[in-house]
């Protein structure tokens, strides 16, 4: 008995030793299927890291591979948009869970990524499929939900995203940061400015501190929806603002036509050492065009040259608009020719800056290095194209351009196009030519195309077609101040000023003003701003006085004699003289010749079309002070250049 107790307790023991060995040996085969999956994952060997996963036994996919690997295979299924690598392990997992094995789909990490990995992929639908299974019975955590939301967001889908929150509130899921930055973006991109303040609210209550993405995601709301108290309160209460923060609140200003409010920011932010990001820099420039801040833009070249990253195309692009918005054409070229990748937003932006600043030939000729690069015009090359022709006087040209639209680019005329084709025949004196292409167009004609019948019976005194053009327009466009104010002249022009007086009671009757000339200029980083007939203590000032004296002698030598037939009131000519020096360009130019070093052009812009003696008064000016002027008006810009102008007198 002893010898069998003796072996009984020796097999006991080798039994004992045999199960206390093999653990270790399983471990490191499970290390060994990790590390070895992870390695595959982190190279890029999709294909192998599968066949690994694939190849274990459905029985031990929980036991021999961890989460944190299957994790990192999915993160590189997401980042590379592997979608086939992704259905495959979903599939895997499917299978082994219908085999009665622990169901890992279950798990939030891997739910979490396969819902991104689908609507990453654009397959919403899938991603749908994979957040809903087992929604019902389980209790899943706000991760889960964000990814869904997410999904929604990314494909377009905001109102679906912000339903998803709605659905995770209404589970009584405490929402976190996490889940409010999403909630925000949804509510920005639908200006849901309501329930944007209820999620706010929300923010507020919650124990946990909002952090950056947040705050930004609340900046973006409310300056998308117009909430501009609300965008400057939140900046403000911020414990720390970022470039993402700095942007949104420059957007801000954009958005409320605060464009010199907008630049300060801009300096502000550069003197608070934040930098900027390229979507700082596509935000600021069209402000600098806008106001032809030429200083300011420069500035933000010498930023873009001296950043140790490359600016991509877009920023790029706004640079070409700002230097030819600003009417340093020259400039805008040499960005343009400097660009080594150039999309048809370029070609567009470059060949629209030679239209607008008159030089139509030069347009043409990157017209023609567009189509041959391989690009195909689209229908804002045409408009540009079409436009130019009309301000410069080639309404033949114009015309040849706009029957080959479709014929040879496959460019579908639109009413902008018929907009400019009836301008260009209008401005030329065929206003019969225009009216046959209004009656024969395939649209109704919009009230820009019956404005510019209308400015064409101003110039060729057409007073009988122009009332029956303005009863359609007042009809079209009620609130339109300018139609009234093209009548009247039209009626000032005849001489019939019993009309101009019931024009004016009309438009005083319906609450509507003309809208006074203003003009601005850059003196180094401040913009002047300059109302006509305004400015009193500077037109009274000694510098003023002396310039302006010194100006109209010189003026008066050359032979320069004020056309008052401009001012279209019923005063005597003395008033009319008077009036006509309050102009606000003159006032401008003026002011620039005082602070200004001698040789420095001079760039006005002016939000009303020049008038006929402003601008002769232009050309003079830049002879006998042997200053460079270019003045943008709201049609076009006049470049002044020893007594001729860039338009040739046609404008």
Known sequence: MIPAISLSTN???KTTNITVTSAPKAHKHKRLLNSTLKYLTKAGKLDEALRLIESSPPKSVAAELDLEAYSLFLHTCISKKSLEHGQRFYLHLLLSRD?????????PTLKTKFI???????LIDEARRVFEDGLEHEVVPESVWVAMAIGFSRNGYSKEALLIYCGMLFRFVQPGNFAFSMALKACADLCEVRVGRAVHAQIIKCNEEPDQVVNNALLRLYAQCGCFDDV???????PQQNVVSWNSLIAGFVRQEQVFESLDAFRRMQGEGIGFSWVTLTTVLPVCSHVTAL?????????????????????RNSLVDMYA???AIDYSRRVFDAMQSKDLTSWNTMLTGYAVNGFIEKAMEIFNGMVKSGLRPDAVTFIALLSGCSHAGLTDKGQRLFSKMEKHYGVQPTVEHY???????GRAGRIKEALVVVKFMPMRPSGSILGSLLNSCRLYGNVSLGEAIAEQLFELEPRNSGNYVLLSNIYANAGMWDKVKMVREMMERRGMKKEAGCSWIQIKNRIHTFVASGGYEFRNSTEYEKVWNELMDAMEEIGYVPNTGVVLHDVNEEIKSMWLCGHSERLAAVFALIHTSVGMPIRITKNLRVCVDCHNWMKIV???TGRVIVLRDTNRFHHFREGACSCKDYW
């Not at 085999?99 to 798990?107: A, E, F, I, S």
């Not at 991104?116 to 654009?122: E, N, P």
């Not at 400057?232 to 911020?238: A, D, I, K, P, S």
Request: glycine share 6%.
């Open 11 to 13: 097999i006991t023991v």
């Open 99 to 107: 085999k009665g094995n622990h169901d890992l789909l279950k798990n």
């Open 116 to 122: 991104t990995l689908y609507s990453v992929c654009g």
């Open 232 to 238: 400057l309160r939140v900046f403000e209460e911020m």
């Open 295 to 315: 200083n300011s833009g420069k500035e933000i070249h010498a930023q873009i040259v001296k950043s140790t990253r490359k600016p991509d195309v877009p920023v």
């Open 325 to 327: 918005k600003c009417g």
């Open 419 to 425: 907009a400019c084709l009836v301008d260009m025949l």
């Open 622 to 624: 830049s002879k006998v």
